[in-house]
């Protein structure tokens, strides 16, 4: 079954330090993968994908993610936190089982950026 | 800029209600999606339509129905609800394109039922 999955439920760092969100994917085929962030009562906002082509992909805010197809991972970093930067992260990946329609996402990974 | 609107941010209803919620795009997006999102379970799919009238269910369509008559409209409709449906429900448009496009989504629906 394809799944993605961010093995933390929480990231806590301090403002002006790296920050990494985790994620891993289970996909069939070659993956098309994303980051969304949310905000407090909010829907969610589109950060960056990686479909094809360099593996170090970069986004909205400043936020870069590396593709590493053989630990089937794709993190999500940013060189120095903000507070700002506190909210909840959702890693997705495109279905390749129902051509391409749906998107499996993972849990969530709550980022705390402390002042 | 472009835009997702949902119809109602909060709503309180009592079981056994009909619910409705809208949603509307203006992107002239051809996939549209609901979603419901509780707390440690992530985003999960409800239906999609990848075309007016056209619907397919999603991975959680149990209680749930939608409509579709026209490009920029989906709505999903509780036809009696229960507190298990107590949720926050997000909707999404997506242009065609084998999944390659990101989601646009709106700013989500919070339902209670008492």
């Known amino acids: 079954a394809q799944s993605v999955a961010q093995p933390e439920d929480q990231v806590n760092v301090a403002e002006g330090n790296p920050l990494t969100v985790k994620c891993t994917y289970s996909?069939?085929?070659?993956?098309?993968l994303f980051w969304y962030v949310q905000y407090p009562n909010r829907g969610l906002q589109f950060l960056l994908k990686y479909i094809t082509g360099d593996n170090l992909v970069k986004g909205s805010y400043g936020f870069e993610a590396e593709f590493n197809k053989s630990q089937t991972s794709f993190h999500l970093k940013k060189p120095s936190a903000l507070v700002s930067d506190s909210a909840l992260y959702f890693c997705a990946v495109r279905d390749s089982n129902t051509g391409g329609f749906k998107t499996i996402f993972g849990a969530g990974t709550r980022l705390f950026v402390k002042a | 800029d472009v835009k997702v609107t949902q119809s109602s941010r909060y709503l309180v209803k009592r079981t056994g209600e009909k619910v409705f919620l809208e949603c509307v795009q203006d992107?002239?997006?051809?996939?549209m999606f609901w979603y419901r999102q509780d707390p440690g379970l992530g985003l999960r799919l409800i239906y999609f339509s990848y075309d007016v009238k056209m619907k397919e269910k999603g991975d959680i369509p149990e209680g749930y129905s939608v409509s579709r008559e026209k490009k920029e409209r989906f709505s999903l409709i509780l036809e009696s609800a229960s507190t298990n449906q107590t949720s926050m429900y997000l909707c999404a448009s997506r242009s065609a394109g084998g999944g390659t496009g990101e989601l646009f989504f709106g700013e989500g629906s919070r339902l209670t039922v008492l």
């Open positions: 996909v069939s085929g070659n993956p098309y």
């Open positions: 992107m002239d997006h051809e996939n």
